[in-house]
């Protein structure tokens, strides 16, 4: 009869270490989500900072307007699905 509880103490034992396994890995990459639309952002205004100081030309912030409309429509698409 003592094997029961052991047993049940066991199984709980590996739920909480498979959960907390998950959740760390979840948090994890919520954190290195972040920080790349961090660093995303702020590559987005340091370009939209040089075109507007004149260091970009026309053509090139046209170009780079197009890429970044495109990636934001495929990221919406990708959320959406």
């Given at each position: ?50 075109y507007r ?29």
């Amino acid at each position: 009869m003592a094997l029961g509880p052991a047993f049940i103490g066991a199984a709980v034992t590996v739920a909480t270490s498979l959960y907390n396994n998950e959740k760390g890995f979840s948090t994890r990459h919520e954190q290195n989500y972040d920080s790349q639309v961090a660093q995303t952002q702020r590559l987005v205004e340091g370009f939209a900072k040089a075109y507007r100081d004149g260091d970009v030309d026309h053509d090139d912030h046209e170009t780079f307007n197009r890429l970044l409309d495109g990636y934001v429509f495929s990221l919406r698409s990708a959320i959406t699905s």
